[in-house]
């Protein structure tokens, strides 16, 4: 049993059934007092599943969760001290804001004056003080997010659970709400976990990602870690965008393995342990970790002829054929320090690679 | 302005609705009218008058009605609320307690009683309380009618109960409410409009009941619906048409309350 303060939740091979269907299998991960935490994975994933059992709504078929080391996974919700924002805000229609928020207040046996102080406090912290007589039928969706966020917040949970908060917001105000939130995490002090399927915000926003796939962890690290080592395809795909081929091993030697991409087309990067002569796998490279020219610069540099160019704005992503091989697509930032040389269509070029660029990854 | 498929542009559509309306009302007008009519005859119209009003009141059938109102109030009060509470708690059950074993033998044992003909739930309550020898009285009457305003009570109130989401008592539980708490502080509030009418469609149905009551009533217990049959079987007088007319207005102000409770949203209540 985990003794250690420095891990707020712990979850040990937990197993979620619903009947014969698995939704989580197996998941263990530590999340760390005081961090920005974040569940990331497509529709259905199990995101939800797994913070509906933290907050107490569902239970755990095998397996257990920890608070500080304290085993909580049999008690009700009501004894977690763990508070959710819920996706769909879940504010109480009957009551005016100011009562929403110290709803969990009163319920711990504050006394009024007590519950009102702190409750005005939580609205002055998501700047929605002159709002308190109000319905939240009478708020706008970003004002009732809010509401929310102050409700779970005002009785000073060990743990915040955030489901998708933001998802129903449009992007400026989405944008505005994330540096809200990060925010507000460093103010309070509160361990925050926070799930969302949008990969942007969670690079941007959290001290750790668990990327999660079909019920599985697939891989646990910060936001650099996971966007520059994935650990398998699914995480190279579901995070950014990149160039992901399926490449045959030709030989491995002195740590770096020559791969064949088809066609004339071979380039060489650094091995992986597991990965031998003759394995078919997959690579990814980062469309920005690759430029162009007119000639190659090494011999890691692929020949191919341009395709398309397309304006994104802050970047041009021009793609690449390469005869008998597959398709690049390779990213240059639109600025004139940058490397960004316009190639237009039908132009041979050389695709070249920084660096580490190319990864194998098992499948 | 009218839609291209708009039901009122359809040919026909005014004179059917009119003859509905007219079929469904008529009578009620007839009455109603009729009962301010300054004469003994039902058919002749012999100009206006409040006469059979004070003859309700103050007439020789007066006491008969006086007892048999009062009667049909304190049932109705009784039969409603208490059917109402029942409704509730059956609506919290078969809607938040999760999947238990019966639960849709349950949904349908509780709205069964709407389909099956009164007569038959008349004569089977009379034999139901003959064989357990229960004497005929009030009593009775008020079992039988708290029976039968089950379903109607439960209706309104498990429709509102469904449109109210789950999420709303889990975010109370989040917020260390227990269940109790939750319930009182979160659904029941919510459910309130649903209630209100349940309580009002249960008054309604207990007050103008006549079969049930019929058959389980004592000698000499009276409600108002007897009471008026017990009555019109001498012979319609207007008298008859004044305490109609006074029944309708109590269902119709009943109704109206109903109808503005239950549209109104507690999240719009300021
Ligand atoms: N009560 C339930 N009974 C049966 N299956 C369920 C139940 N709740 C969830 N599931 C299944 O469990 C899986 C995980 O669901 P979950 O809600 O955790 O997904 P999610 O990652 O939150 O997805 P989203 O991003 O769409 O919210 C889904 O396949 C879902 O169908
Ligand atoms: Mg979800």
Redesign the pocket.
């Known amino acids: 049993m985990p003794q250690d303060t420095d891990i707020a939740i712990d979850v040990q091979g937990a197993v979620k059934r619903?009947?014969t269907?698995t939704?989580l299998k197996t998941i263990s991960l530590s999340i760390r007092d005081n961090e920005f935490f974040t569940l990331l994975?497509?529709?259905?994933?199990?995101?939800?599943?797994?913070l509906r059992m933290i907050a107490g709504f569902e239970d755990v078929t095998e397996g257990a969760i920890y608070l500080y080391g304290d085993e909580i996974d049999a008690l009700p919700p009501y004894k977690r001290p763990v508070n959710t924002v819920f996706q769909n805000y879940a504010l109480f229609p009957h009551m005016n804001v100011l009562d929403n928020v110290g709803f969990g207040l009163e319920m711990l046996g504050q006394s009024k004056s007590e519950t009102r102080a702190r409750a005005g406090e939580a609205l002055e912290m998501v700047q929605l003080s002159q709002f308190a007589a109000r319905k939240p039928s009478q708020l706008s969706g970003g004002q009732q997010q809010r509401v929310a966020l102050a409700r779970a917040l005002a009785p000073r949970p060990k743990v915040l659970l955030l489901d998708?908060p933001l998802s129903a917001l449009d992007l400026k105000l989405r944008k505005a709400m994330q540096v809200e939130l990060k925010h507000l995490q460093l103010e309070t002090g509160i361990t925050f976990i926070f799930?969302t399927?949008d990969q942007e915000e969670a690079l941007t926003m959290s001290d750790r990602i668990a990327v999660m796939s079909s019920?599985e962890l697939q891989q646990l690290g910060n936001a650099r870690e996971i966007y520059e080592q994935p650990r398998n395809v699914f995480v190279a795909d579901f995070i950014g965008d990149t160039n992901l081929m399926q490449v045959t091993v030709d030989a491995v030697a002195d740590g770096r393995a020559e791969c064949h991409l088809g066609g004339a087309h071979r380039l060489t990067c650094d091995a992986v342990g597991g990965i031998g002569a003759g394995a078919k796998v997959h690579m990814s490279l980062r469309p920005e970790r690759l430029f162009l020219s007119a000639d190659p610069v090494d011999a890691n540099s692929l020949k191919g002829r341009v395709r398309e160019m397309i304006y994104i704005g802050t970047d041009i992503a021009t793609i690449v054929d390469l005869d008998g091989g597959p398709q690049f697509t390779v990213r240059s930032s639109n600025s004139s320090r940058g490397n960004a040389r316009v190639f237009e269509p039908g132009t041979e070029v050389a695709i070249n690679m920084e660096q580490g660029a190319a990864r194998l990854l098992i499948d | 302005m009218a839609k291209p498929y708009d039901l009122r542009r359809y040919p026909g559509f005014f004179a059917i609705t009119l003859l509905c309306l007219v079929i469904l009302y008529a009578p009620l007008v007839v009455v109603a009218v009729y009962s301010f009519n300054d004469s003994p005859s039902i058919t002749i119209w012999e100009g206006f008058s409040l006469r059979w009003y004070v003859d309700v009141f103050t007439g020789p059938e007066s006491g008969k009605f006086k007892d048999a109102a009062w009667n049909s109030f304190i049932i109705a009060i009784t039969a409603a609320t208490t059917a109402t509470i029942i409704a509730t708690l059956a609506a919290t059950a078969v809607l938040r307690a999760g999947k238990f074993r019966l639960r849709t033998v349950s949904i349908g044992l509780i709205s069964l009683p709407l389909m099956v003909p009164e007569i038959v739930t008349a004569v089977a309550t009379l034999i139901f309380f003959n064989a357990i020898a229960f004497e005929r009285g009030v009593m009775t009457i008020l079992l039988a009618h708290i029976a039968f305003c089950i379903p109607f009570a439960y209706m309104p109130i498990s429709a509102r109960m469904q449109g109210i989401e789950a999420t709303y008592e889990q975010a109370a539980m989040d917020l260390y409410a227990t269940k109790r708490q939750a319930f009182r502080r979160i659904l029941l509030p919510l459910m309130m409009p649903g209630i209100v009418s349940g309580f009002i469609l249960a008054f309604i149905i207990s007050l103008d009941d006549f079969i049930i009551t019929n058959f389980v009533k004592g000698a000499g217990v009276e409600t108002l619906p007897t009471a008026i049959f017990g009555a019109v079987k001498q012979g319609i007088k207007p008298n008859i048409m004044a305490i109609s007319t006074l029944l309708l207005a109590v269902s119709i102000v009943m109704v109206a309350l109903s109808w503005f409770i239950g549209r109104r949203d507690p999240a719009e209540e300021r």
């Open positions: 619903y009947g269907f939704a994975g497509p529709s259905g994933c199990g995101k939800t599943t797994l998708e799930v399927h019920g």
